[in-house]
T-cell receptor, first 110, second 115 residues
């Protein structure tokens, strides 16, 4: 079952912060986050594993609440380059396939 | 080091025709995937493979076929193309073993239009 992302879209001014949420109804092994620029392929940002291991990217960080099966992506002091569509992907077991959410469109304005 | 290479980048196909989308990787990754992305939507899994000779269906396999005879190549075959198959197709790979908890590497995509 597809994870649910919210919000669907967010507009920011440069330097502002934003949070994107990803929720699943199933128990998860990991949550991935990707960013896709218009007309390009998704690019891996980070993975959050069951048990709390986390990897970061620039001023973007994330958390994973195992009890709620929810992950949040934090865009801190946003830059123009942060614009794009962010997708979470969830994995039910190690080595399993990813199921992607519907995406969150982020636009950072000067 | 090319990573994941998809060909062609663009293609227009007539209804009822067939074609093969190519995906090749030079990262020695065992896991390979085919996703489709409709305009403004997320990615949906068509087929995947955990190694040479092993393939399995994703959530939207109808109208497609795959094969995996080598670690490097994972072609996607469209049979009897329909307008509903108009989409952008992405091939992705992931490592195994010590690289299991790394992210996917995507190819640049094939933009397919069926008319």
């Amino acid at each position: 079952q597809q994870p649910v992302q919210s919000p669907q879209a967010v507009i920011l001014r440069e330097g502002e912060d934003a949070v994107i949420n990803c929720s699943s109804s199933k128990a998860l092994y990991s949550v991935h986050w990707y960013r896709q620029k218009h007309g390009e392929a998704p690019v891996f940002l980070m993975i959050l594993l069951k048990g709390g291991e986390q990897k970061g990217h620039e001023k973007i960080s994330a958390s994973f609440n195992e009890k709620k099966q929810q992950s949040s992506l934090y865009l801190t002091a946003s830059q123009l380059s942060y614009s794009g569509t962010y997708f979470c992907g969830t994995e039910k077991a190690a080595g399993n396939k990813l199921t992607f959410g519907g995406g969150t469109r982020v636009l950072v304005k000067p | 080091n090319a990573g994941v290479t998809q060909t062609p980048k663009f293609h227009i196909l007539k209804i009822g025709q067939s074609m093969t989308l190519q995906c090749t990787q030079d990262m020695n990754h065992n896991y390979m995937y085919w996703y489709r992305q409709d305009p403004g939507m997320g990615l949906k899994l068509i087929y995947y493979s955990v190694g040479a000779g092993i393939t399995d269906k994703g959530e939207v396999p109808n109208g497609y076929n795959v094969s995996r005879s080598t670690t490097e190549d994972f072609p996607l075959r469209l049979e009897l193309a329909a307008p509903s198959q108009t989409s952008v197709y992405f091939c992705a790979t992931k490592g195994s073993g010590q690289y299991l908890n790394y992210g996917y590497t995507f190819g640049s995509g094939t933009r397919l239009t069926v008319v």
